[in-house]
């Protein structure tokens, strides 16, 4: 079993920057691919980024390249997501969740392990 547990989602103005961490505890031996993904009101889950164990491979949606970068250090057993240029699009609850896939993916489905959340408002 793991446990994910985000933080650094807050309110902040257009063009603003802000970090999102994810704890994650629990069997982290074998290092999962962690992935962060977003949901704003009324639209469906959407992956944004993802990292794999090593933290070699990464990737990103559209909507964010350029923009946000993932990292992970795994002696903390964190995984960061520095967000930068904010949109007020890029308000929503963004989630991070483990994965046994090697590189991660952008399929909720291939996700075993979910945090709870936190809210990321971006907004005049």
């Known amino acids: 079993q793991l446990q994910l547990v985000e933080s650094g989602g807050g309110l902040v103005q257009p063009g603003g920057s802000l970090r999102l961490s994810c704890a994650v505890s629990?069997?982290?031996?074998?290092?999962?691919?962690i992935g962060w993904f977003r949901q704003a009101p009324g639209k469906e889950r959407e992956g944004v980024s993802c990292?794999?164990?090593?933290?070699?491979?990464?990737n990103y949606a559209d909507p964010v390249k350029g923009r946000f970068t993932i990292s992970r250090d795994n002696a903390k057993n964190t995984v960061y997501l520095q967000m930068n240029s904010l949109k007020p699009e890029d308000t929503a609850v963004y989630y991070c969740?483990?994965?046994?896939?090697?590189?991660?993916?952008?399929?909720?489905?291939?996700?075993?392990?979910w945090g709870q959340g936190t809210q990321v408002t971006v907004s005049s």
């Open positions: 969740a483990a994965s046994q896939r090697p590189s991660g993916s952008f399929r909720t489905d291939d996700y075993n392990y």
């Open positions: 629990g069997f982290t031996r074998s290092y999962y691919a």
């Open positions: 990292i794999s164990g090593s933290g070699r491979i990464t």
